[in-house]
C-alpha cells in the first residue's frame, strides 16, 4: 500500500494512521529491521526511518542519544537506506526516511532521491529544512518521484501555511508542542487548532508528532488528525533494553497499545 | 559588495534560513525588529550612549612601539581587551539586549565557548533587568572557570553540555534546542555572526563599529594588512566590513590546532567545505557522510566546526583571505605580546598575532592592524597548567 492509499482509509474517519519513529542502525542494522517489522505486525501503518546525524537540532535527550550510539556503531547513509529496502520489501508498509538536511545535500538531492526511490521510500522529512529553503531539494527528490513532508508549528502564520501548501508536501507535519522531540506529560494542547489550520488550507494529509508518547496522547491526536508519529517513547525502550530480544518485545508492546489506541479512535 | 544579505538571507550562495519550522516566525520577527529599531535615531543614541559610557568606547587603537622594531613592522593593535568584560562580545550582547527589551521578551539565553559572549550578555541582561541562561560545553566549563564565576555572579545561569565533545558546537546546539521550545518568550543573543538568518547580519551590524572606529582612529590613512582571528567569526567580520573597499589586505586567522594535516583543528575555511551548519550554510568540517566533523583548538572561542556564512562569501569572492596558525604558534604569540607590550591578549588574538609573526619577512615596513578581541585573564590559568 502507497502512502497516499493509506492516508485515503483514514480520511474523514475518527481513526489515523499510526507512523512509528526509530532509528535505523540502533542496536544494529540488522537488529532495528526487526524492530521495524515487529512494529508493523503490532499494527504499525507506516513509519519514519531515522538517519542518525550528528548534530540533531530538533532533537532532545532519547533520539539524540540514539543517533549518538547509531553513529558510534558505524550506521551510515548507505545503511539507512538499506534498512528503508528491507523493511518496505518485507512489510509491504509505507516508509518514509527522516533526518537533517546536510547528509542530503552531501550526496545530493537527485541522487539522495534516486536511491531511496529505489528502496521504496516514499518521501523525506527534514527537520531543519523549512518550506523557504526547500524547492531546490524537493525538486531534486521529484525526479525520482520522492516526495517531501513539510513543518507547521503552532507559531507558523496562517501566510507561511499557504506556502507550506503550495509546496505540495506528501502531508503536512503539524508540530504538537513547542520544543524539539520528547515524551511529555501532558501532550497535544495546540495540535488541535493547527491541524484545523491545516485543513483550511490545503488537502493533503496532517500529521501529528512531537510529543505525543502514552496511547491517551495518541487517541487524542488520531481523533483530529490522519496519522500520528510517535519516536522518543518507542526509541526509549530500544535505549533501555539490556538486548534485542527484549528491545523488540518492549517496541512490540508499545506500538501494540498506540495502535489500539489511534485506531479504536 | 553586499552589504545587506539577499531577501533569502544569504551572502552569494552562503548563510540562508536552514532552522526547524518552530523557529522561523521568530526569525522574521527579529529581523523586523532590526530593521525597525536599525533606522530608529532613538534606539541608535541609546545604543551609542551605551558603547561609550558603560562599555567604554571607542576603544584604542594602540602603537605597539617595542613589539613594532621588535618585528620589523608598523603594528597598530585595535584594543578591544579594554571593553567593558574584556573582549568584542559587548558590542553585540548590549545592541541584542536592547533589540529583545523592544521586542518584548524577558528572557534571554546564549552559548559561550571561552565564556566571553556568556559574561557579555549576562552583563547585558544585568544591566537591563533581563533572565538569562548560558549553555556552555562541559570541556570549556573545565578550561574557563573564571568565566563560569563571572556569569554566576552576573546573575545568570551557566547550564552545562554533555553532548558531543561538550564545546561549542554542541553549546550553541543546545540553545538552539531551547529556543524551539521557548522561543515565544525568548530571545536567543547568538555570540558569533553564524546562525540562520538573521543572525550574521545583525551581529556584524553590531561588530561593524569595530572596524568604523579604527578607520576613524587611521585619520586617512589606510593600513596594508588587517588581521583577526576567526572562530565564528564576529572579532573580524566587525573589524573587516568596513575595510572591504579600502585596498586593505585582509587576513582571517583561524585555529590550526595541532596542524591542519593532523585533522585535530579549527580551520573551516581552510580544511572545511560548503555544508549546513547551525542554521546556514557555510564553510564547515564534515566528513563523506555529511557528518559534522569534531573541531579542536587550545582556544575555547575558535573550537568551532563552522564559520559564518560572509566569511565564507569573503572566501570565495576574494574579499579577504584566510590562513591557519597552530597551537603552540598561538601559546609562543601570547608569551610575546605580553613581555614586548605588558599586554596579555586572550588565546583567540594570539592567534592572529602568531600570523603576523609568521609573516613577519613578507611584511616587513608594512602597517599592520590586529584586532586585539580581548584580554587574556581567562586563559592564564589553562596556559599555566600546560607549562
Same mark, same amino acid.
Given at each position: 500500500?502507497? !502512502?497516499?492509499?493509506?492516508?485515503?482509509?483514514?480520511?474523514?474517519?475518527?481513526?489515523?494512521?499510526l !507512523?512509528?519513529?526509530?532509528?535505523?542502525?540502533?542496536?544494529?542494522?540488522?537488529?532495528?529491521?526487526?524492530?521495524?517489522?515487529?512494529?508493523?505486525?503490532?499494527?504499525?501503518?507506516g513509519?519514519?526511518i531515522?538517519?542518525?546525524?550528528?548534530?540533531? !537540532?530538533?532533537?532532545?535527550?532519547?533520539?539524540?542519544?540514539?543517533?549518538?550510539?547509531?553513529?558510534?556503531?558505524?550506521?551510515?547513509?548507505?545503511?539507512?537506506?538499506?534498512?528503508?529496502?528491507?523493511?518496505?520489501?518485507? @512489510?509491504?508498509?509505507?516508509?518514509?526516511?527522516?533526518?537533517?538536511?546536510?547528509?542530503?545535500?552531501?550526496?545530493?538531492?537527485?541522487?539522495f532521491?534516486?536511491?531511496?526511490?529505489?528502496?521504496?521510500?516514499?518521501?523525506?522529512?527534514?527537520?531543519?529544512?523549512?518550506?523557504?529553503?526547500?524547492?531546490?531539494?524537493?525538486?531534486g527528490?521529484?525526479?525520482?518521484?520522492?516526495?517531501?513532508?513539510?513543518?507547521?508549528?503552532?507559531?507558523?502564520?496562517?501566510?507561511?501555511?499557504?506556502?507550506?501548501?503550495?509546496?505540495r508536501?506528501a502531508?503536512?507535519?503539524?508540530?504538537?508542542?513547542?520544543?524539539? @522531540?520528547?515524551?511529555?506529560?501532558?501532550?497535544?494542547?495546540?495540535?488541535?487548532?493547527?491541524?484545523e489550520?491545516?485543513?483550511a488550507?490545503?488537502?493533503?494529509?496532517?500529521?501529528?508528532?512531537?510529543?505525543?508518547?502514552?496511547?491517551?496522547?495518541?487517541?487524542a491526536?488520531a481523533?483530529?488528525?490522519?496519522?500520528?508519529?510517535v519516536?522518543?517513547?518507542?526509541?526509549?525502550r530500544?535505549?533501555?533494553?539490556?538486548?534485542?530480544?527484549?528491545?523488540?518485545?518492549a517496541?512490540?508492546?508499545?506500538?501494540?497499545?498506540?495502535?489500539?489506541?489511534?485506531?479504536?479512535? | 559588495?553586499?552589504?545587506?544579505?539577499?531577501?533569502?538571507?544569504?551572502?552569494?550562495?552562503?548563510?540562508?534560513?536552514?532552522?526547524?519550522?518552530?523557529?522561523?516566525? =521568530?526569525?522574521?520577527?527579529?529581523?523586523?525588529?532590526?530593521?525597525?529599531?536599525?533606522?530608529?535615531?532613538g534606539?541608535?543614541?541609546?545604543?551609542?550612549a #551605551?558603547?561609550?559610557?558603560?562599555?567604554?568606547?571607542?576603544?584604542?587603537l594602540?602603537?605597539?612601539?617595542?613589539?613594532s622594531?621588535?618585528?620589523?613592522?608598523?603594528?597598530?593593535?585595535?584594543?578591544?581587551?579594554?571593553?567593558h568584560?574584556?573582549?568584542?562580545?559587548?558590542?553585540?550582547?548590549?545592541?541584542?539586549?536592547?533589540?529583545?527589551?523592544?521586542?518584548?521578551?524577558?528572557?534571554?539565553?546564549?552559548?559561550?565557548?571561552?565564556?566571553?559572549?556568556?559574561?557579555?550578555?549576562?552583563?547585558?541582561?544585568?544591566?537591563?533587568?533581563?533572565e538569562? =541562561?548560558?549553555y556552555?560545553?562541559?570541556?570549556d566549563?573545565?578550561?574557563?572557570?573564571?568565566?563560569?564565576?563571572?556569569?554566576?555572579?552576573?546573575?545568570?545561569?551557566?547550564?552545562?553540555?554533555?553532548t558531543?565533545?561538550?564545546?561549542?558546537?554542541?553549546?550553541?546546539?543546545?540553545?538552539?534546542?531551547?529556543?524551539?521550545?521557548?522561543?515565544?518568550?525568548t530571545?536567543y543573543?547568538?555570540?558569533?555572526?553564524?546562525?540562520?538568518?538573521?543572525?550574521?547580519?545583525?551581529?556584524?551590524?553590531?561588530?561593524?563599529?569595530i572596524?568604523?572606529?579604527?578607520?576613524?582612529q587611521?585619520?586617512?590613512?589606510?593600513?596594508?594588512?588587517?588581521?583577526?582571528?576567526?572562530?565564528?567569526?564576529?572579532?573580524?567580520?566587525?573589524?573587516?566590513?568596513?575595510?572591504? /573597499?579600502?585596498?586593505?589586505d585582509?587576513?582571517?586567522?583561524?585555529?590550526?590546532?595541532l596542524?591542519?594535516?593532523s585533522?585535530?583543528?579549527?580551520?573551516?575555511?581552510?580544511?572545511?567545505?560548503?555544508?549546513?551548519?547551525?542554521?546556514?550554510?557555510?564553510?564547515? #568540517?564534515?566528513?563523506?557522510?555529511?557528518?559534522?566533523v569534531?573541531?579542536?583548538s587550545?582556544?575555547?572561542?575558535?573550537?568551532?566546526?563552522?564559520?559564518?556564512?560572509?566569511?565564507?562569501?569573503?572566501?570565495?569572492?576574494?574579499?579577504?583571505?584566510y =590562513?591557519?596558525?597552530?597551537?603552540?604558534?598561538?601559546?609562543?604569540?601570547?608569551?610575546?605580546?605580553?613581555?614586548?607590550?605588558?599586554?596579555i591578549?586572550a588565546?583567540?588574538p594570539?592567534h592572529?598575532?602568531?600570523w603576523?609573526?609568521?609573516?613577519? /619577512?613578507?611584511?616587513?615596513?608594512?602597517?599592520?592592524?590586529?584586532?586585539?578581541?580581548?584580554?587574556?585573564?581567562?586563559?592564564?590559568?589553562?596556559?599555566?597548567?600546560?607549562?
Amino acid at each position: 500500500m502507497t !502512502l497516499a492509499e493509506a492516508f485515503a482509509t483514514v480520511r474523514g474517519a475518527e481513526t489515523a494512521l499510526l !507512523l512509528p519513529y526509530l532509528m535505523a542502525g540502533l542496536p544494529s542494522v540488522d537488529h532495528s529491521i526487526g524492530l521495524f517489522e515487529t512494529a508493523a505486525a503490532a499494527g504499525a501503518d507506516g513509519f519514519e526511518i531515522g538517519i542518525p546525524y550528528a548534530d540533531p !537540532l530538533m532533537d532532545g535527550p532519547v533520539i539524540q542519544e540514539a543517533g549518538r550510539r547509531a553513529l558510534e556503531a558505524g550506521t551510515t547513509m548507505a545503511d539507512g537506506i538499506e534498512v528503508a529496502r528491507r523493511v518496505t520489501a518485507s @512489510t509491504g508498509l509505507p516508509c518514509l526516511v527522516m533526518t537533517y538536511v546536510n547528509p542530503v545535500l552531501r550526496i545530493g538531492p537527485v541522487e539522495f532521491g534516486r536511491r531511496a526511490a529505489g528502496a521504496g521510500v516514499e518521501a523525506l522529512i527534514l527537520a531543519d529544512l523549512p518550506v523557504d529553503e526547500s524547492g531546490p531539494i524537493a525538486a531534486g527528490l521529484a525526479e525520482s518521484g520522492v516526495g517531501m513532508v513539510q513543518f507547521a508549528a503552532p507559531t507558523t502564520s496562517d501566510a507561511r501555511l499557504q506556502r507550506i501548501a503550495a509546496a505540495r508536501p506528501a502531508f503536512v507535519y503539524c508540530v504538537a508542542e513547542m520544543g524539539v @522531540t520528547g515524551e511529555r506529560d501532558r501532550s497535544g494542547g495546540r495540535a488541535r487548532g493547527l491541524v484545523e489550520r491545516v485543513r483550511a488550507v490545503t488537502d493533503a494529509p496532517a500529521v501529528i508528532g512531537v510529543g505525543i508518547s502514552t496511547p491517551a496522547a495518541a487517541r487524542a491526536a488520531a481523533q483530529v488528525a490522519d496519522g500520528v508519529i510517535v519516536g522518543s517513547a518507542l526509541v526509549r525502550r530500544v535505549l533501555e533494553a539490556d538486548d534485542a530480544a527484549e528491545a523488540r518485545a518492549a517496541v512490540g508492546r508499545a506500538v501494540g497499545e498506540l495502535a489500539a489506541a489511534v485506531h479504536g479512535a | 559588495m553586499t552589504s545587506r544579505p539577499d531577501d533569502r538571507g544569504r551572502f552569494g550562495e552562503f548563510g540562508g534560513r536552514y532552522a526547524p519550522e518552530t523557529l522561523m516566525p =521568530a526569525l522574521a520577527e527579529l529581523e523586523g525588529a532590526f530593521d525597525d529599531a536599525w533606522v530608529d535615531a532613538g534606539f541608535r543614541s541609546e545604543l551609542d550612549a #551605551l558603547l561609550r559610557d558603560y562599555v567604554g568606547r571607542p576603544t584604542p587603537l594602540y602603537a605597539a612601539e617595542r613589539l613594532s622594531a621588535h618585528l620589523g613592522i608598523r603594528l597598530l593593535l585595535k584594543r578591544e581587551d579594554l571593553a567593558h568584560t574584556g573582549a568584542h562580545k559587548i558590542n553585540n550582547t548590549v545592541g541584542q539586549a536592547l533589540l529583545t527589551r523592544r521586542m518584548g521578551k524577558r528572557r534571554v539565553i546564549a552559548e559561550t565557548g571561552a565564556g566571553q559572549h556568556g559574561v557579555a550578555t549576562a552583563t547585558a541582561c544585568a544591566l537591563l533587568g533581563l533572565e538569562c =541562561a548560558v549553555y556552555m560545553g562541559a570541556v570549556d566549563i573545565e578550561r574557563q572557570a573564571l568565566n563560569v564565576r563571572r556569569m554566576e555572579m552576573l546573575g545568570a545561569e551557566v547550564i552545562p553540555v554533555t553532548t558531543g565533545a561538550s564545546t561549542l558546537k554542541d553549546a550553541v546546539s543546545a540553545a538552539l534546542r531551547d529556543w524551539v521550545g521557548s522561543v515565544e518568550t525568548t530571545h536567543y543573543i547568538i555570540g558569533s555572526v553564524v546562525g540562520p538568518h538573521p543572525f550574521p547580519f545583525i551581529v556584524r551590524q553590531f561588530q561593524r563599529v569595530i572596524g568604523e572606529e579604527t578607520i576613524l582612529q587611521l585619520d586617512g590613512a589606510t593600513p596594508d594588512v588587517v588581521v583577526a582571528c576567526v572562530g565564528g567569526g564576529s572579532n573580524s567580520m566587525g573589524m573587516f566590513h568596513p575595510f572591504v /573597499e579600502s585596498g586593505a589586505d585582509l587576513v582571517g586567522v583561524e585555529a590550526g590546532g595541532l596542524g591542519i594535516g593532523s585533522g585535530r583543528h579549527g580551520a573551516s575555511l581552510n580544511a572545511g567545505s560548503p555544508g549546513v551548519l547551525h542554521g546556514s550554510r557555510t564553510y564547515m #568540517l564534515q566528513d563523506d557522510e555529511g557528518q559534522v566533523v569534531e573541531a579542536h583548538s587550545i582556544s575555547a572561542g575558535l573550537d568551532y566546526p563552522g564559520v559564518g556564512p560572509e566569511h565564507s562569501y569573503f572566501k570565495d569572492a576574494g574579499l579577504a583571505r584566510y =590562513a591557519s596558525v597552530t597551537d603552540d604558534e598561538a601559546l609562543a604569540a601570547m608569551d610575546l605580546l605580553s613581555r614586548m607590550e605588558g599586554i596579555i591578549p586572550a588565546l583567540e588574538p594570539a592567534h592572529a598575532l602568531a600570523w603576523i609573526t609568521r609573516e613577519r /619577512e613578507a611584511l616587513a615596513g608594512r602597517t599592520v592592524v590586529l584586532c586585539l578581541s580581548g584580554r587574556g585573564d581567562k586563559d592564564v590559568e589553562q596556559v599555566a597548567g600546560l607549562r
